[in-house]
């Protein structure tokens, strides 16, 4: 479990009785790039059906996580099971065997620039179905219809908003009905509303299609509206982790500066350097 | 003062040690690359609309720059050529002279060239802008392997059509050449001709310009590729490895053709 969670909550200990295990797990995970450590001992859980936030600042190794359950990186140390399987163990046939049951939400989109938007939904469906073309076309309205962009699906992305360019992300990444959906900073630069329809869409598909999801976000506010549980991580470690209402209530320091968006903190203002007085006095003899 | 100038030497030396290591564990990992592209090619030819799509951008949008720069070397050559020969009062040679020059070296080195500026930086630019955008990453994540579906069409849309474009160039080239020699300056048409026929040869003169222009293909079409895939995730990134592409092509070419025509003039000669 975390390495100092501030409760560990009944939502991570199978509440549904489900002995399919979780659908996540890290155990102890440590990983660098090159010689800088990111991650350091990271220990999660994320129960089948369930939205899990991991909250934290910008580089603080979110994305990494995200990147080692998917197997793009390997962990220096520790395991990472997905659906009961050690995603560093897997060959690439295995990996990408695993890699159908996930669907992943990119920080911008991702979506392929030379392809419309029904293009790029239909992408998955043609690469890993031998579905026909009538069969595919009606997914693909169904998917768009769910996250509100039917109308759409004959545009660009280029002639999307930051907003409907994330909806259709979504639909994609869903266009395969996955187990595990994974999301990079949906709330990234989005206007309000955007924001408000993405973090309900989240939501409403995790609950309407029966997926798990792993949302990796710095966004408090939109978060704790939508998700079961949350990590915060902060130089590479799980300092708090609890329920929406765990964090709302948390006297914990870091979560307080982090929910409050406090300056000055357990997360320092100043990027560590040498005394103030003594780099002004360097040149004074 | 002496400890100086040794860290000096040793900083130097370390660069320099860190420069060749570099440079061939980079290579390493392109003929890895590159045994990685040949692996995932069968993948690319079965749906081979594909490929024929990566032919469509790398070649036939190069059709306008290949062929006009062809006729205009053909021209150039043309006029050229002919003050040269009627020095010797062999000006009814023009043909033969303009198609030699073209077949066996001006069609694949300046087709190959043109096409690493407008074809190879196009498609390192576009590989290196989906990385940046995670568009291959997105790819990877839904299964999909960027090589099999992205690099593979390239690489082979690359070097199918460069042979095509180099024989495209050297055509027009000889179109150019009897246009200023035949038209304007006034040599005898059947001369031009005839002369061309006789003296140029399918082997070696034509085979050997294929030769040259296939494994140009495979050298500038690799270098597109890996230099894309390769590429830093950054504006500045991307805009480097353009660059890179092109002027590493355009080495690669002139150096292989000194290569190759070294060989072929002594396979000729003896």
């Known amino acids: 479990m975390p390495d100092a969670p501030s409760a560990v909550s009944h939502v991570l200990q199978n509440p549904t009785g489900d002995r399919r295990g979780p659908a996540v797990e890290l155990i102890d995970v440590s990983f660098a790039y090159d010689v800088r450590p990111v991650l350091r001992g990271i220990t999660m859980r994320v129960p089948r059906g369930k939205i899990v936030a991991i909250m934290g600042g910008s580089g603080c190794g979110k994305t990494t996580i995200l990147r080692l359950i998917g197997g793009q990186l390997k962990p220096d140390s520790g395991k990472v099971f997905v659906a009961g399987q050690s995603v560093p163990d897997l060959d690439a046939d295995a990996l990408y065997h695993l890699r159908r049951k996930f669907g992943m939400l990119f920080q911008f989109g991702a979506l392929f620039t030379d392809m419309s938007v029904f293009e790029n939904i239909a992408f998955p469906m043609r690469e890993h179905t031998d579905l026909s073309e009538e069969l595919i076309r009606d997914l693909v309205l169904m998917k768009l219809h769910a996250v509100g962009l039917r109308g759409a699906a004959s545009l660009m992305p280029a002639e999307l908003s930051g907003g409907m360019a994330r909806r259709v992300a979504l639909a994609r990444a869903i266009a395969l009905d996955p187990m595990v959906v994974m999301y990079d900073e949906p709330f990234a630069g989005l206007d309000p509303i955007s924001l408000g329809v993405i973090g309900q869409l989240i939501r409403k598909l995790n609950d309407a299609l029966g997926i798990t999801s792993v949302v990796v976000t710095h966004d408090v506010y939109e978060s704790l509206k939508i998700v079961d549980y949350l990590y915060f991580v902060s130089e590479g470690k799980i300092v708090a982790s609890g329920t929406a209402d765990e964090v709302r209530a948390s006297a914990d320091s870091y979560v307080r500066q982090f929910v409050g968006g406090e300056p000055d903190g357990p997360v320092p203002f100043h990027y560590p350097a040498q005394p103030y007085a003594k780099e002004l006095l360097t040149h004074v003899r | ?270």
Not at chain 2, 25 to 35: D, N, T, V
Not at chain 2, 222 to 231: K, N, P, Q, T
């Open chain 2, 1 to 270: 003062m002496y400890g100086e100038v040794l860290g000096g030497l040793a900083h130097g030396l370390r660069r320099l040690g860190g420069a060749v290591t570099g440079g061939i564990s980079k290579l390493g990992y392109a003929s890895r690359f590159l045994f990685a592209v040949l692996w995932h090619s069968p993948q690319a030819f079965r749906r081979i609309q594909l490929t024929l799509r990566e032919i469509y951008f790398a070649g036939v949008l190069s059709l306008v720059i290949i062929l006009m720069s062809g006729m205009f070397v053909g021209m150039v050559l043309s006029l050229q050529g002919y003050e040269t020969l009627k020095r010797y009062g062999a000006d009814e040679q023009l043909g033969i002279l303009v198609a030699l020059a073209l077949v066996r070296e001006l069609g694949p080195v300046i087709a190959g060239l043109l096409f690493a500026s407008r074809a190879g930086s196009a498609i390192t630019a576009e590989i290196g802008l989906m990385k940046t955008t995670e568009q291959l990453a997105a790819m990877e994540m839904m299964a999909v392997d960027p090589l099999a579906r992205v690099i593979a069409p390239r690489f082979w849309g690359g070097i199918i059509s460069l042979p095509l474009l180099a024989a495209l160039f050297s055509a027009f080239g000889i179109f150019g050449g009897y246009i200023v020699g035949v038209r304007l300056i006034g040599i005898d048409s059947g001369a031009f001709w005839g002369q061309m026929q006789a003296g140029v040869d399918f082997w070696p003169d034509v085979t050997n310009g294929i030769i040259k222009s296939v494994v140009f293909a495979v050298a500038v079409s690799l270098i597109a590729v890996f230099e894309g895939y390769d590429s830093k995730p950054t504006a500045e990134g991307v805009s480097t490895a353009t660059t890179r592409t092109v002027v590493i092509s355009s080495l690669a070419i002139l150096a292989l053709d000194f290569v190759m025509t070294v060989f072929m003039f002594r396979g000729a000669g003896t």
